[in-house]
Each structure stands twice: as structure tokens, then as C-alpha cells.
């Protein structure tokens, strides 16, 4: 199986790659930045800025799987400038999709934010069918893409599968940008002091990478009724317990800074996961405390 992966040099992106190219499938990675520290002499690499859409039109005929992990901006910063996180990513993925929808790809795997898209939760686990009124641009985008998956699959027969994920963390993420989780585990490794916005009670549902590749791997194969799915944990832990974990797997000590809180952060986000096991028969298998030690030991042999 030919598959074409959008942004195969990020977080999800590089770990997903390396468990397709286990399975026998053929890769190419769209990439901006060829990272040449996690560069895989098996998989093919087209180098290129999203936006210049013109750069699929050569390959997507022989192509029958799309993961699109592309991302140009992050949630805590896309409120800075809406209209850039539109024009690169929403525009982009709409240009992309007519292609696709004139091609011969047989899905798109969208990885989308169950972090953002629900916005304040009227209750907790949010399942897929909660409301949805992200805060932030990042939010607005993913949910402006899967609304276009939906029209397209309608005006094309596009096949697509749509993956809120909460809060993914794991090795190979870049902890200069986001994942409080790797730069938490970043900052403790270079004894630099830990930042939080707020009094640490926010709460969110962490997933480690390997469960999350589970589910994407799955859905290359497998076709399921429900379009969208939600991958989380289905459990929340408030920044001052995941602040009490890393110290009991790193044995250090933590200096933590706490700052005025941002309007931009959601107090608590914890997905009903349910509808993934009843479609997939999916369940994450990583639990927080041995995900962070595989994470954090990982982290010390790239030192």
C-alpha cells in the first residue's frame, strides 16, 4: 500500500512512519524542514511548503492512503494571527482535497484536536456529538478541514476519518514548541525551571504516541461508520499531579514556577473514548505513569 503522509516529520508524523515501514507499506513524506537527525532511508521525501499546493500534483495518482498531519500553527499562539493560521492551513487543506477528490486516494486520515474543538465542556468525558466552539483559531481550523472532509465526501465519494486527539506525548516531539508533557520532561532533563499558566488544577487527558499510532494504523485498513472519532486517555490529570509523577519517575527536583493563567486554556478536557473501542475495539494500553518513564528514559539517551 502507497501511502502519502502530510507533515511525516513531526511528533505523530515521524512515529507513524516508523510503524507503516514495520508493516510493509510504501512511504512518502511531505515535509517543510527535512529534519536530517530522524531522516529514513526507506521512505521517500518531497520537500515543500504547504501552501505551494502544486507540489502534490505528481505524486497523488499513485497513492492510496493520506494522513494529514500538517499543522502551521499551535493553540496556544494561533489567536496572534487567525488570518495566517486560515491562508495555511484551512485554504491549503481545501486546495489539497480537490485534488485528492480528482485522484485516485481511497482516504484521508485527519488528525484533528479534541483538545480545542469542543471549547468550555458542558460536561466531562466530551464525547463526539458535544457542541463544538473552540477559543482559539487552532480549534476554528481543525474544525473548518473536518467540515470540508464532509463536504467533499459528499461532492466526491472522498473516503476520510476524522481523529480528535487530546493531549498525545512521547518520544521525537519538539519540546521547543508544544506538549506539556515533553517540554515539562525537557526542562527537568536541562534543570531549567518548569512554567505553568495558573495555579496547575487545569486538567487534561494525555495519550502516549504508540496508542495513537494504534488507532491511524487501524484506520488504514479498516473503514468504520462513525467519521469521527475520539482518541484520549478518557482520563484527566491536573498539571500539579503530572508535576508529582515526573518527580517520583525522574527523581529530580522540580522547580516550578506558576504564572497568571491564560484565557486561551480550557480549566479541564477529558474525552469519552468509548465510540473508538466500539468501532475499533481500541483502548490505550499506556498508562500516564509508564508512558512518562518510557518518555522521560528516551529523552536521556538522545542527550
Not at 477559543?135 to 474544525?143: A, E, M, N, V
Not at 515539562?184 to 487527558?205: P, Y
Request: aromatic share 10%.
Amino acid at each position: 500500500m502507497n501511502v502519502l503522509i502530510l507533515g511525516g516529520q513531526g511528533f505523530i508524523g515521524h512515529n507513524l512512519v516508523l510503524r507503516l515501514l514495520e508493516k510493509g507499506y510504501n512511504v512518502t513524506i511531505f515535509t517543510r524542514n527535512i529534519r536530517k537527525n530522524i531522516n529514513i532511508s526507506d521512505c521517500k521525501y518531497i520537500n515543500g511548503e504547504f501552501q505551494e499546493i502544486r507540489s502534490f500534483k505528481n505524486i497523488l495518482d499513485n497513492i492510496d492512503i493520506v494522513y494529514h498531519l500538517i499543522s502551521t500553527t499551535i493553540p496556544g499562539k494561533s489567536n496572534d494571527n487567525p488570518v495566517y493560521d486560515i491562508e495555511s492551513n484551512v485554504i491549503s487543506t481545501v486546495k489539497f482535497l480537490e485534488m485528492c477528490g480528482n485522484s485516485n486516494v481511497k482516504k484521508i486520515i485527519f488528525s484533528s484536536s479534541g483538545g480545542t474543538v469542543y471549547g468550555y465542556p458542558r460536561f466531562i468525558p466530551i464525547p463526539e456529538e458535544h457542541g463544538t466552539n473552540p477559543i482559539c483559531s487552532y480549534g476554528i481550523s481543525k474544525l473548518m478541514i473536518e467540515k470540508y472532509l464532509y463536504m467533499f465526501n459528499d461532492l466526491y465519494g472522498l473516503n476520510y476519518q476524522v481523529v480528535r486527539i487530546s493531549n498525545p506525548y512521547g518520544p521525537y516531539h519538539n519540546a521547543l514548541q508544544q506538549g506539556v508533557i515533553d517540554v515539562f520532561l525537557s526542562n527537568i532533563l536541562k534543570s531549567k525551571t518548569i512554567e505553568i499558566w495558573g495555579d496547575g488544577s487545569i486538567c487534561r487527558d494525555f495519550i502516549y504516541i504508540d496508542d495513537v499510532v494504534d488507532v491511524f494504523c487501524t484506520m488504514a485498513v479498516k473503514d468504520v461508520d462513525a467519521k469521527i472519532l475520539n482518541i484520549g486517555s478518557g482520563k484527566g490529570t491536573t498539571l500539579n499531579d503530572l508535576i508529582h509523577i515526573m518527580k517520583n519517575v525522574t527523581g529530580a527536583d522540580v522547580d516550578v514556577e506558576y504564572r497568571k493563567g491564560r484565557k486561551v486554556d480550557i480549566p479541564v478536557n477529558i474525552l469519552d473514548v468509548s465510540k473508538a473501542y466500539e468501532q475499533l475495539g481500541w483502548k490505550p494500553k499506556t498508562g500516564l505513569d509508564t508512558g512518562i518513564k518510557m518518555t522521560w528514559d528516551r529523552l536521556k539517551n538522545e542527550v
